[in-house]
């Protein structure tokens, strides 16, 4: 199955560009840069090319620890766990798949920081933000079928959850979505995978959703 996130985000950062009306007066939407992806714990500078990450190489046992990966230009730092790796992406600062696995992005997590249009520093409807991504995902996916998004609590930030499946192939595939607006930013982590695989998926999905720290 071949993912197209880089579509989908141009187009939904365009439908949150319309409600935000500095962005009409200022500029259009950004698509965010390529950012480097690494194993991670004490600060260190990539290259003046990509955002600033910090990396870790677990000290004991490394086929059992999780790695922690740290962006410091975007304010977030999570743990993955072992069988887990990181592969190059221009659509998101990581972009996992399992070690023994496929790089073709259908078993995937994923976490997305999107350049944002100029606008009104806190003014992120993210109900906007959740909209414009669940109608760009039905363009992409024909016949999704979207659950109503969930509020969730997340420390310093607004929260939403939202899980669509669709059928490709004859095969059903499943995405959860955790949006969250944190200071002046929009986080998206994301699990994918088929229906088979989902639950095992979503165990790894949820550990790093609950590692998920602010360091801004």
């Known amino acids: 199955m071949e993912r197209k996130p880089g579509q989908i985000r141009l187009r ?6 319309a409600v935000m009306v500095t962005a009409a007066a200022l500029g259009g939407c950004g698509r965010h840069a390529a950012a480097n992806a690494g194993s991670v714990p004490a ?4 290259p003046a090319s990509g955002p ?3 990396v870790i190489t677990p ?3 490394p086929s059992t620890q999780p790695t922690a990966f740290v962006s410091t230009a975007k304010g ?3 743990e993955y766990p072992a069988g887990w790796k990181p592969v190059p992406s221009s659509d998101y600062i990581l972009l996992l798949v399992p070690v023994n696995g496929s790089s073709s992005g259908e078993r995937s997590i994923s976490l997305d920081v999107p350049d944002l249009p100029l606008h009104i520093p806190g003014m992120i409807p993210i109900n906007s933000v959740v909209n414009g991504y669940l109608d ?7 016949g999704l079928r979207s659950e109503p998004p969930t509020s969730y609590s997340v420390p310093a930030a ?3 959850r939202v899980t669509s499946t669709w059928t ?4 059903t595939f499943v995405e959860q979505a955790q949006i969250m607006v944190h200071g002046d930013r929009v986080y998206i982590l994301r699990a994918n995978d088929d229906s088979a695989g989902f639950p095992e998926t979503f165990h790894v999905y949820s550990q790093i959703a609950d590692s998920l720290r602010w360091t801004k």
């Not at 939904?12 to 560009?17: E, G, I, T």
């Open 136 to 142: 760009d995902l039905k363009k992409q996916h024909a």
């Open 76 to 78: 977030v730092q999570l």
């Open 59 to 61: 000290t004991t046992s």
């Open 158 to 160: 607004k929260g939403r």
């Open 43 to 46: 600060p260190g500078t990539m």
């Open 52 to 54: 600033a990450v910090t």
């Open 168 to 171: 490709e192939n004859g095969r």
């Open 12 to 17: 939904y950062w365009a439908a949150l560009c």
